[in-house]
């Protein structure tokens, strides 16, 4: 797949992303950004973005940077840290995920995670463990 086909099956076939209003924005060789619109059903008790939501965003920009950077390879994450700096508050939050390493059987991502008013909320590293390319069922 090339990098718009990427984007356009992760726009369309990530179901829970596209169930919660998110999605990939740019994407380019080893980087993405995703964007999601803060609602009410985002929200926690305390009327701020629950935490799983931050953490999911942060997820799918990483998933667009990690499968864009290798047209014959895919990825699935691995390990993950996440640190939490400000509430999400405000009317959406955009993810930006570039990958820092990119191995034969790993890569590495920092994503950060921004309010509609360029703070930052959340900052987070993935590690990918690279699939086999397709047709080939060893792993």
Not at 46 to 55: E, K, M, P, R, S
């Amino acid at each position: 797949m090339n990098i718009t086909e990427i984007m356009e099956y992760l726009n369309t076939k990530d179901r829970f992303c596209v169930a919660n209003d998110m999605k990939i924005t740019v994407l380019a060789e080893g980087y993405a950004e995703a964007e999601m619109p803060i609602s009410e059903n985002k929200l926690n008790g305390l009327d701020v973005v629950q935490g799983g939501a931050i953490y999911t965003l942060a997820d799918f920009a990483f998933a667009g940077a990690s499968n864009a950077n290798r047209e014959d390879r895919r990825c699935i994450g691995s390990a993950t840290s996440i640190n939490y700096i400000r509430p999400g508050t405000g009317t959406k939050l955009k993810a930006v995920a570039k990958i820092i390493h990119a191995g034969k059987k790993t890569c590495l991502s920092n994503v950060e995670v921004f309010n509609d008013q360029g703070k930052l909320i959340a900052t987070a590293n993935f590690q990918g463990f690279m699939l086999e390319p397709q047709g080939n069922k060893s792993v």
